[in-house]
Protein backbone atom coordinates (compact mmCIF):
# COMPACT_ATOMS: atom_id res chain seq x y z
CA UNK A 1 0.00 0.00 0.00
CA UNK A 2 1.08 3.61 -0.68
CA UNK A 3 -0.11 6.05 2.08
CA UNK A 4 1.16 9.77 2.58
CA UNK A 5 3.56 10.21 5.20
CA UNK A 6 2.93 13.56 7.31
CA UNK A 7 6.51 12.96 8.26
CA UNK A 8 8.61 13.20 5.13
CA UNK A 9 5.78 15.22 2.83
CA UNK A 10 5.68 12.03 0.46
CA UNK A 11 3.19 9.41 -0.26
CA UNK A 12 5.43 6.25 0.62
CA UNK A 13 5.08 2.03 0.24
CA UNK A 14 3.81 1.25 3.53
CA UNK A 15 6.51 -1.00 5.32
CA UNK A 16 6.42 -2.73 8.70
CA UNK A 17 9.27 -2.88 11.37
CA UNK A 18 8.24 -7.06 11.49
CA UNK A 19 7.02 -8.23 8.06
CA UNK A 20 3.17 -8.72 8.55
CA UNK A 21 2.54 -7.16 11.67
CA UNK A 22 1.68 -3.67 12.44
CA UNK A 23 2.20 -1.65 15.49
CA UNK A 24 -0.72 1.19 15.07
CA UNK A 25 -1.57 4.09 17.56
CA UNK A 26 -4.11 6.53 17.75
CA UNK A 27 -4.50 9.23 19.84
CA UNK A 28 -7.77 8.72 21.72
CA UNK A 29 -10.07 11.52 23.18
CA UNK A 30 -9.77 13.69 25.53
CA UNK A 31 -13.43 12.67 27.63
CA UNK A 32 -14.42 15.91 29.09
CA UNK A 33 -17.35 15.98 26.53
CA UNK A 34 -19.18 14.29 23.59
CA UNK A 35 -16.77 13.92 20.86
CA UNK A 36 -17.95 15.70 17.85
CA UNK A 37 -19.14 14.96 14.42
CA UNK A 38 -15.55 16.04 13.38
CA UNK A 39 -13.55 13.96 15.92
CA UNK A 40 -15.42 11.13 14.75
CA UNK A 41 -14.82 11.86 11.27
CA UNK A 42 -11.15 10.86 12.57
CA UNK A 43 -11.95 7.75 14.02
CA UNK A 44 -13.94 6.40 11.37
CA UNK A 45 -10.83 7.29 8.70
CA UNK A 46 -8.53 5.27 10.90
CA UNK A 47 -10.61 2.33 11.29
CA UNK A 48 -10.78 2.42 7.46
CA UNK A 49 -7.01 2.59 7.61
CA UNK A 50 -6.67 -0.35 10.27
CA UNK A 51 -9.56 -2.61 8.48
CA UNK A 52 -7.83 -2.15 4.91
CA UNK A 53 -4.50 -3.43 6.23
CA UNK A 54 -6.21 -6.15 7.82
CA UNK A 55 -8.05 -7.16 4.88
CA UNK A 56 -4.81 -6.71 3.16
CA UNK A 57 -2.92 -9.52 5.23
CA UNK A 58 -1.75 -7.77 7.83
CA UNK A 59 -1.70 -8.94 11.70
CA UNK A 60 -2.51 -5.34 13.04
CA UNK A 61 -2.25 -4.52 17.26
CA UNK A 62 -4.09 -1.30 17.32
CA UNK A 63 -3.63 0.87 20.39
CA UNK A 64 -5.69 3.70 21.70
CA UNK A 65 -5.32 6.14 24.83
CA UNK A 66 -8.29 7.93 26.96
CA UNK A 67 -7.47 11.18 27.67
CA UNK A 68 -8.81 11.92 31.07
CA UNK A 69 -5.74 13.85 33.21
CA UNK A 70 -3.59 16.90 31.59
CA UNK A 71 -5.00 17.84 28.71
CA UNK A 72 -5.03 21.71 29.10
CA UNK A 73 -7.72 23.70 27.36
CA UNK A 74 -4.52 25.57 25.49
CA UNK A 75 -2.60 22.95 23.99
CA UNK A 76 0.94 24.76 24.77
CA UNK A 77 0.73 23.74 28.41
CA UNK A 78 -2.07 26.56 29.36
CA UNK A 79 -5.52 27.39 31.04
CA UNK A 80 -7.07 25.08 33.25
CA UNK A 81 -7.53 20.97 32.91
CA UNK A 82 -10.18 20.20 30.37
CA UNK A 83 -11.35 17.51 32.47
CA UNK A 84 -11.54 20.11 35.27
CA UNK A 85 -13.67 22.26 33.57
CA UNK A 86 -16.18 19.48 32.67
CA UNK A 87 -16.71 18.88 36.46
CA UNK A 88 -17.40 21.87 37.35
CA UNK A 89 -19.83 22.46 34.43
CA UNK A 90 -21.87 19.37 34.94
CA UNK A 91 -21.22 19.31 39.05
CA UNK A 92 -19.64 16.21 38.95
CA UNK A 93 -16.28 14.48 39.89
CA UNK A 94 -13.84 14.40 37.34
CA UNK A 95 -13.96 10.80 37.23
CA UNK A 96 -17.45 10.54 36.49
CA UNK A 97 -17.10 13.03 33.78
CA UNK A 98 -14.17 10.31 32.24
CA UNK A 99 -16.61 7.60 32.48
CA UNK A 100 -19.50 9.32 31.40
CA UNK A 101 -17.98 10.50 28.16
CA UNK A 102 -15.68 7.49 27.24
CA UNK A 103 -18.58 5.37 27.25
CA UNK A 104 -20.69 7.65 25.25
CA UNK A 105 -17.51 8.06 23.00
CA UNK A 106 -17.70 4.17 21.74
CA UNK A 107 -21.28 4.28 22.11
CA UNK A 108 -20.93 6.55 19.54
CA UNK A 109 -17.98 4.43 17.92
CA UNK A 110 -20.46 1.22 17.71
CA UNK A 111 -23.23 3.10 15.80
CA UNK A 112 -20.75 3.93 13.07
CA UNK A 113 -19.20 0.53 13.23
CA UNK A 114 -15.92 1.89 14.68
CA UNK A 115 -14.16 -1.06 15.81
CA UNK A 116 -12.31 -0.59 19.34
CA UNK A 117 -8.68 -1.26 18.94
CA UNK A 118 -7.22 -4.04 20.68
CA UNK A 119 -5.80 -2.32 23.92
CA UNK A 120 -7.89 0.76 25.03
CA UNK A 121 -5.85 2.82 28.09
CA UNK A 122 -6.94 5.75 30.50
CA UNK A 123 -3.96 7.97 31.00
CA UNK A 124 -5.32 7.34 34.66
CA UNK A 125 -4.65 4.11 35.08
CA UNK A 126 -0.78 4.21 33.78
CA UNK A 127 0.73 7.31 35.86
CA UNK A 128 3.90 5.21 37.39
CA UNK A 129 4.78 3.96 34.33
CA UNK A 130 4.53 7.80 33.09
CA UNK A 131 6.61 8.60 36.15
CA UNK A 132 9.47 6.27 35.20
CA UNK A 133 9.57 7.72 31.86
CA UNK A 134 9.76 11.31 32.94
CA UNK A 135 12.47 10.22 34.95
CA UNK A 136 14.37 8.02 32.47
CA UNK A 137 14.22 11.63 30.33
CA UNK A 138 15.77 13.61 33.73
CA UNK A 139 18.63 10.69 34.07
CA UNK A 140 19.44 11.16 30.13
CA UNK A 141 19.48 14.84 29.97
CA UNK A 142 16.55 15.89 28.06
CA UNK A 143 14.41 17.27 30.97
CA UNK A 144 15.01 19.66 33.55
CA UNK A 145 12.87 20.40 36.99
CA UNK A 146 12.01 24.17 37.23
CA UNK A 147 9.49 26.00 39.35
CA UNK A 148 8.03 22.74 40.81
CA UNK A 149 7.57 21.24 37.26
CA UNK A 150 9.56 19.22 35.26
CA UNK A 151 10.27 20.43 31.49
CA UNK A 152 10.94 18.95 28.38
CA UNK A 153 14.76 20.47 27.33
CA UNK A 154 13.84 20.66 23.35
CA UNK A 155 17.56 22.75 22.88
CA UNK A 156 18.86 18.90 23.39
CA UNK A 157 17.29 17.61 20.04
CA UNK A 158 18.88 17.89 16.42
CA UNK A 159 15.66 18.45 15.12
CA UNK A 160 12.36 18.92 16.85
CA UNK A 161 9.91 20.17 14.13
CA UNK A 162 9.62 16.93 12.34
CA UNK A 163 5.59 18.52 10.54
CA UNK A 164 5.95 21.15 8.83
CA UNK A 165 3.72 21.28 5.98
CA UNK A 166 0.37 21.95 7.69
CA UNK A 167 -2.15 24.47 7.70
CA UNK A 168 -1.38 27.70 9.44
CA UNK A 169 -4.82 27.71 11.15
CA UNK A 170 -4.33 24.16 12.17
CA UNK A 171 -0.93 24.89 13.52
CA UNK A 172 -2.24 27.87 15.25
CA UNK A 173 -4.46 25.91 16.96
CA UNK A 174 -1.75 24.79 19.48
CA UNK A 175 -1.26 28.58 19.65
CA UNK A 176 -3.92 30.06 21.56
CA UNK A 177 -4.08 34.11 21.57
CA UNK A 178 -4.14 35.50 25.31
CA UNK A 179 -1.64 32.96 26.70
CA UNK A 180 0.74 34.04 29.09
CA UNK A 181 4.72 33.38 28.40
CA UNK A 182 5.60 29.79 30.99
CA UNK A 183 8.49 31.93 32.68
CA UNK A 184 10.11 28.95 33.86
CA UNK A 185 10.76 27.59 30.13
CA UNK A 186 14.14 27.85 29.08
CA UNK A 187 13.50 27.41 25.60
CA UNK A 188 9.83 28.89 23.70
CA UNK A 189 9.21 25.05 22.27
CA UNK A 190 9.75 23.41 25.95
CA UNK A 191 6.80 21.63 27.48
CA UNK A 192 5.24 20.09 30.41
CA UNK A 193 6.11 16.38 31.80
CA UNK A 194 4.82 16.62 35.06
CA UNK A 195 3.05 19.46 36.94
CA UNK A 196 3.24 20.01 40.15
CA UNK A 197 2.84 24.18 40.27
CA UNK A 198 -0.23 24.75 38.60
CA UNK A 199 -2.32 27.85 38.06
CA UNK A 200 -5.27 26.29 39.68
CA UNK A 201 -5.43 24.86 43.09
CA UNK A 202 -8.17 22.38 42.83
CA UNK A 203 -6.79 20.55 40.10
CA UNK A 204 -9.07 16.77 41.21
CA UNK A 205 -6.58 14.22 40.54
CA UNK A 206 -2.82 14.31 41.84
CA UNK A 207 -0.45 11.55 42.65
CA UNK A 208 2.76 11.09 44.56
CA UNK A 209 6.04 11.61 42.53
CA UNK A 210 9.59 12.26 42.76
CA UNK A 211 8.83 16.02 42.20
CA UNK A 212 5.93 16.47 44.02
CA UNK A 213 2.27 15.72 44.32
CA UNK A 214 1.27 16.72 40.94
CA UNK A 215 -0.32 15.17 37.56
CA UNK A 216 1.51 14.59 34.03
CA UNK A 217 1.50 16.65 30.89
CA UNK A 218 -0.71 15.31 27.99
CA UNK A 219 1.74 14.02 25.56
CA UNK A 220 3.70 11.71 27.96
CA UNK A 221 0.70 9.25 27.88
CA UNK A 222 0.79 8.85 24.28
CA UNK A 223 4.64 7.79 24.30
CA UNK A 224 3.89 5.52 27.48
CA UNK A 225 1.20 4.04 26.46
CA UNK A 226 2.47 3.22 23.02
CA UNK A 227 5.74 2.04 24.59
CA UNK A 228 3.22 -0.74 27.23
CA UNK A 229 1.11 -1.71 24.45
CA UNK A 230 2.95 -1.63 21.04
CA UNK A 231 6.55 -2.04 22.11
CA UNK A 232 9.73 0.13 21.36
CA UNK A 233 8.95 0.54 17.47
CA UNK A 234 5.63 1.73 15.75
CA UNK A 235 4.86 0.98 12.44
CA UNK A 236 2.16 3.62 12.10
CA UNK A 237 0.87 6.71 14.35
CA UNK A 238 -2.47 8.35 13.78
CA UNK A 239 -4.10 11.24 14.62
CA UNK A 240 -6.20 14.21 13.23
CA UNK A 241 -4.16 16.97 11.87
CA UNK A 242 -4.20 19.44 14.65
CA UNK A 243 -2.38 16.88 16.67
CA UNK A 244 0.85 17.08 14.56
CA UNK A 245 1.90 19.83 16.32
CA UNK A 246 2.48 20.17 19.54
CA UNK A 247 1.38 16.48 20.60
CA UNK A 248 2.24 14.39 17.87
CA UNK A 249 5.98 16.86 17.81
CA UNK A 250 6.69 16.19 21.58
CA UNK A 251 5.83 12.79 21.43
CA UNK A 252 8.64 12.28 18.84
CA UNK A 253 10.70 14.32 21.18
CA UNK A 254 9.80 11.89 24.55
CA UNK A 255 9.55 8.79 22.98
CA UNK A 256 13.40 8.71 20.70
CA UNK A 257 15.12 10.68 23.87
CA UNK A 258 13.64 7.93 26.36
CA UNK A 259 14.41 5.08 23.68
CA UNK A 260 17.62 6.48 22.28
CA UNK A 261 16.15 5.09 18.51
CA UNK A 262 14.18 6.17 15.74
CA UNK A 263 10.66 5.34 16.97
CA UNK A 264 7.92 5.72 14.42
CA UNK A 265 8.50 6.28 10.59
CA UNK A 266 4.80 6.15 9.50
CA UNK A 267 2.59 9.09 10.27
CA UNK A 268 -1.19 9.80 8.92
CA UNK A 269 -3.15 12.76 10.12
CA UNK A 270 -6.48 13.28 8.80
CA UNK A 271 -7.77 16.97 8.36
CA UNK A 272 -10.70 18.32 9.47
CA UNK A 273 -14.38 18.29 9.35
CA UNK A 274 -15.38 21.58 8.94
CA UNK A 275 -18.81 24.06 8.48
CA UNK A 276 -19.04 27.14 6.31
CA UNK A 277 -18.40 29.12 9.17
CA UNK A 278 -14.61 27.30 10.03
CA UNK A 279 -13.68 24.44 12.31
CA UNK A 280 -15.38 22.45 14.21
CA UNK A 281 -14.34 22.88 17.60
CA UNK A 282 -15.16 20.69 20.95
CA UNK A 283 -14.02 23.37 23.16
CA UNK A 284 -16.01 26.06 21.55
CA UNK A 285 -19.40 24.32 22.49
CA UNK A 286 -20.62 24.83 18.83
CA UNK A 287 -19.80 21.62 18.21
CA UNK A 288 -22.39 18.93 16.43
CA UNK A 289 -22.86 15.60 18.23
CA UNK A 290 -24.02 12.13 16.49
CA UNK A 291 -27.03 12.57 18.90
CA UNK A 292 -27.77 15.51 17.13
CA UNK A 293 -27.59 13.99 13.45
CA UNK A 294 -29.70 10.76 14.85
CA UNK A 295 -32.01 13.57 16.46
CA UNK A 296 -32.72 15.07 13.22
CA UNK A 297 -33.30 11.58 11.18
CA UNK A 298 -30.26 10.39 9.74
CA UNK A 299 -28.29 6.75 10.32
CA UNK A 300 -24.96 7.59 11.87
CA UNK A 301 -23.76 4.96 9.26
CA UNK A 302 -25.30 7.21 6.56
CA UNK A 303 -22.50 9.87 8.23
CA UNK A 304 -20.10 7.08 7.78
CA UNK A 305 -20.82 7.34 3.76
CA UNK A 306 -20.45 11.00 3.62
CA UNK A 307 -16.80 10.69 5.39
CA UNK A 308 -15.89 7.65 3.19
CA UNK A 309 -16.88 10.15 -0.07
CA UNK A 310 -13.85 12.11 0.23
CA UNK A 311 -10.44 11.64 0.69
CA UNK A 312 -8.51 12.50 4.42
CA UNK A 313 -6.52 14.78 3.09
CA UNK A 314 -8.51 16.86 2.52
CA UNK A 315 -10.77 19.63 5.12
CA UNK A 316 -14.27 18.09 4.40
CA UNK A 317 -17.44 20.76 4.71
CA UNK A 318 -20.12 19.35 6.64
CA UNK A 319 -23.90 21.04 6.10
CA UNK A 320 -26.82 19.41 6.30
CA UNK A 321 -27.49 19.69 2.52
CA UNK A 322 -23.84 17.69 2.25
CA UNK A 323 -25.28 15.36 4.67
CA UNK A 324 -28.78 14.83 3.13
CA UNK A 325 -27.25 14.13 -0.33
CA UNK A 326 -24.94 11.54 1.50
CA UNK A 327 -28.03 10.22 3.22
CA UNK A 328 -29.80 9.53 -0.36
CA UNK A 329 -27.22 7.98 -1.91
CA UNK A 330 -26.81 5.44 0.87
CA UNK A 331 -30.50 4.61 1.18
CA UNK A 332 -30.39 4.06 -2.68
CA UNK A 333 -27.56 2.11 -2.86
CA UNK A 334 -29.08 -0.04 -0.05
CA UNK A 335 -32.38 -0.45 -2.19
CA UNK A 336 -30.10 -1.62 -5.20
CA UNK A 337 -27.87 -4.49 -3.05
CA UNK A 338 -31.65 -5.38 -1.68
CA UNK A 339 -32.95 -6.02 -5.11
CA UNK A 340 -30.28 -8.72 -6.04
CA UNK A 341 -31.59 -12.39 -5.51
CA UNK A 342 -29.30 -14.32 -2.90
CA UNK A 343 -28.69 -17.79 -3.99
CA UNK A 344 -29.47 -17.37 -7.24
CA UNK A 345 -26.11 -19.99 -8.18
CA UNK A 346 -22.38 -20.40 -7.52
CA UNK A 347 -20.01 -17.05 -6.67
CA UNK A 348 -17.71 -16.58 -9.50
CA UNK A 349 -13.94 -16.44 -8.36
CA UNK A 350 -12.41 -14.95 -11.39
CA UNK A 351 -14.78 -11.91 -11.02
CA UNK A 352 -14.60 -11.66 -7.13
CA UNK A 353 -10.83 -11.32 -7.69
CA UNK A 354 -10.83 -8.90 -10.04
CA UNK A 355 -13.11 -6.81 -8.40
CA UNK A 356 -11.21 -7.07 -5.18
CA UNK A 357 -8.12 -6.09 -7.10
CA UNK A 358 -9.33 -2.63 -8.31
CA UNK A 359 -10.73 -1.70 -4.57
CA UNK A 360 -7.03 -3.23 -3.27
CA UNK A 361 -5.50 -0.85 -6.35
CA UNK A 362 -7.93 2.38 -5.29
CA UNK A 363 -7.26 2.11 -1.44
CA UNK A 364 -3.70 0.98 -1.46
CA UNK A 365 -3.07 4.17 -3.52
CA UNK A 366 -3.02 6.43 -0.27
CA UNK A 367 -6.62 5.15 1.17
CA UNK A 368 -8.74 6.40 -1.80
CA UNK A 369 -11.92 5.82 -0.15
CA UNK A 370 -14.32 7.45 -2.51
CA UNK A 371 -13.19 5.13 -5.14
CA UNK A 372 -13.37 2.42 -2.70
CA UNK A 373 -16.78 3.77 -2.61
CA UNK A 374 -17.20 3.62 -6.67
CA UNK A 375 -15.92 -0.09 -6.44
CA UNK A 376 -19.28 -0.66 -4.71
CA UNK A 377 -21.09 0.29 -7.75
CA UNK A 378 -18.91 -1.19 -9.93
CA UNK A 379 -19.82 -4.37 -8.08
CA UNK A 380 -23.72 -3.87 -8.69
CA UNK A 381 -22.86 -3.65 -12.69
CA UNK A 382 -20.44 -6.24 -13.44
CA UNK A 383 -21.52 -9.10 -15.60
CA UNK A 384 -21.93 -11.92 -12.89
CA UNK A 385 -24.95 -13.40 -10.54
CA UNK A 386 -26.15 -11.42 -7.80
CA UNK A 387 -24.97 -13.93 -5.53
CA UNK A 388 -21.65 -13.04 -6.97
CA UNK A 389 -22.25 -9.31 -6.69
CA UNK A 390 -22.99 -10.13 -3.23
CA UNK A 391 -19.92 -11.47 -2.41
CA UNK A 392 -17.60 -8.92 -3.73
CA UNK A 393 -20.21 -5.97 -1.86
CA UNK A 394 -19.69 -8.59 1.06
CA UNK A 395 -16.06 -8.80 1.26
CA UNK A 396 -15.56 -4.52 0.28
CA UNK A 397 -17.63 -3.80 3.15
CA UNK A 398 -15.03 -5.72 5.28
CA UNK A 399 -13.36 -2.33 5.05
CA UNK A 400 -15.50 0.19 4.67
CA UNK A 401 -18.32 -0.71 7.31
CA UNK A 402 -21.57 0.29 5.83
CA UNK A 403 -23.39 -2.78 7.60
CA UNK A 404 -24.20 -3.36 3.58
CA UNK A 405 -25.39 -6.60 3.48
CA UNK A 406 -27.14 -6.51 6.86
CA UNK A 407 -29.51 -3.06 5.60
CA UNK A 408 -30.48 -4.89 2.37
CA UNK A 409 -31.26 -7.99 3.81
CA UNK A 410 -33.50 -6.10 6.44
CA UNK A 411 -34.99 -3.74 3.60
CA UNK A 412 -35.61 -7.20 1.76
CA UNK A 413 -37.55 -8.54 4.46
CA UNK A 414 -39.43 -5.13 4.90
CA UNK A 415 -40.59 -5.52 1.34
CA UNK A 416 -41.58 -9.08 1.68
CA UNK A 417 -43.85 -8.35 4.96
CA UNK A 418 -45.27 -5.09 3.11
CA UNK A 419 -46.08 -6.99 0.15
CA UNK A 420 -47.66 -9.82 2.24
CA UNK A 421 -49.93 -7.12 3.62
CA UNK A 422 -50.69 -6.29 0.47
CA UNK A 423 -51.72 -9.46 -0.32
CA UNK A 424 -54.20 -9.86 2.34
CA UNK A 425 -55.64 -6.37 1.67
CA UNK A 426 -56.76 -6.57 -2.02
CA UNK A 427 -53.47 -5.05 -3.14
CA UNK A 428 -53.85 -2.09 -0.80
CA UNK A 429 -50.57 -1.48 1.37
CA UNK A 430 -50.68 0.05 4.90
CA UNK A 431 -47.72 0.94 6.77
CA UNK A 432 -47.11 2.91 10.01
CA UNK A 433 -46.40 2.16 13.45
CA UNK A 434 -48.48 -0.93 13.42
CA UNK A 435 -51.49 -0.60 15.58
CA UNK A 436 -54.05 -2.95 14.33
CA UNK A 437 -57.04 -0.05 14.96
CA UNK A 438 -55.69 2.70 12.90
CA UNK A 439 -54.01 0.20 10.29
CA UNK A 440 -57.75 -0.97 10.12
CA UNK A 441 -59.19 2.70 9.58
CA UNK A 442 -56.53 3.70 7.16
CA UNK A 443 -57.47 0.48 4.92
CA UNK A 444 -61.32 1.23 5.05
CA UNK A 445 -60.54 5.01 3.70
CA UNK A 446 -58.16 3.51 1.04
CA UNK A 447 -61.05 1.13 -0.29
CA UNK A 448 -63.64 3.62 0.28
CA UNK A 449 -61.26 5.51 -1.96
CA UNK A 450 -60.96 2.49 -4.56
CA UNK A 451 -64.82 2.34 -4.39
CA UNK A 452 -64.25 6.33 -5.43
CA UNK A 453 -66.82 6.69 -2.31
CA UNK A 454 -65.05 10.02 -1.78
CA UNK A 455 -66.93 11.59 0.92
CA UNK A 456 -66.10 8.10 3.11
CA UNK A 457 -62.86 8.75 2.34
CA UNK A 458 -62.22 12.10 3.91
CA UNK A 459 -64.76 11.31 6.52
CA UNK A 460 -62.16 8.92 7.73
CA UNK A 461 -59.37 11.38 6.89
CA UNK A 462 -60.71 13.71 9.62
CA UNK A 463 -61.71 11.14 12.52
CA UNK A 464 -58.20 10.41 12.07
CA UNK A 465 -56.51 13.49 12.22
CA UNK A 466 -58.82 13.71 15.27
CA UNK A 467 -56.91 11.34 16.55
CA UNK A 468 -53.25 13.30 15.35
CA UNK A 469 -52.70 10.86 12.61
CA UNK A 470 -51.57 11.92 9.41
CA UNK A 471 -51.57 9.96 6.18
CA UNK A 472 -49.92 9.87 3.27
CA UNK A 473 -50.80 8.33 -0.46
CA UNK A 474 -47.89 6.40 -1.71
CA UNK A 475 -47.18 4.78 -4.84
CA UNK A 476 -46.74 1.69 -2.21
CA UNK A 477 -50.46 2.75 -0.39
CA UNK A 478 -51.12 4.49 2.35
CA UNK A 479 -48.66 5.14 4.80
CA UNK A 480 -49.61 6.89 8.30
CA UNK A 481 -47.57 9.01 10.95
CA UNK A 482 -48.52 10.40 14.48
CA UNK A 483 -48.30 14.56 14.09
P1 LIG B 1 -9.73 15.48 21.24
O1 LIG B 1 -10.83 14.70 21.89
O2 LIG B 1 -9.96 16.95 21.21
O3 LIG B 1 -8.39 15.12 21.84
O4 LIG B 1 -9.70 15.04 19.70
C1 LIG B 1 -9.88 13.71 19.28
C2 LIG B 1 -9.39 13.55 17.85
O5 LIG B 1 -10.17 14.30 16.92
C3 LIG B 1 -7.95 14.00 17.63
O6 LIG B 1 -7.31 13.06 16.79
C4 LIG B 1 -8.11 15.33 16.93
O7 LIG B 1 -6.98 15.64 16.15
C5 LIG B 1 -9.33 15.08 16.07
N1 LIG B 1 -10.07 16.29 15.67
C6 LIG B 1 -10.32 17.41 16.41
N2 LIG B 1 -11.09 18.28 15.72
C7 LIG B 1 -11.35 17.72 14.51
C8 LIG B 1 -12.11 18.10 13.34
N3 LIG B 1 -12.77 19.27 13.29
N4 LIG B 1 -12.14 17.25 12.28
C9 LIG B 1 -11.49 16.05 12.32
N5 LIG B 1 -10.77 15.63 13.39
C10 LIG B 1 -10.70 16.43 14.48
ZN1 LIG C 1 -1.56 11.27 21.47
Not at 324 to 331: E, I, L, S, V
Amino acid sequence: MYLYNSATRKKQEFTTHIPGRVEMYTCGPTVYHFAHIGNLRSYIMEDVLEKFLRWDGYDVNRVMNITDVGHLSGDSDEGEDKMLLGARREHKSVMEIAQYYTDAFFADCAKLNIKTPDAVQPATGLIPEFITMVQGLLDKGYAYVAGGNVYFDTSKLTRYHIFFDHDEEDLAVGVREGVEEDQNKRNKNDFVLWFTKSKFEDQALKWDSPWGVGYPGWHIECSCISLKYNGEYLDLHCGGIDNAFPHHTNEIAQSESYLGHPWCPQWFHVHHLVTPEGKMSKSKGKALILTTLEEEGYDPLAYRFFCLQSHYRKALVFTWENLDNAQGAYHKLIARIAALAPGDGEVDQAVLQTQREKFRKAMGNDLNTSLGVTALYDALKVKANDETKLAILGDLDKVLSLSLLEKAAAKRAEDAKVKAVAATTGGITVTGEGDPAIDALVLQRAQAKKAKNFAEADRIRDELKAQGIEIADTKDGAVWKRV
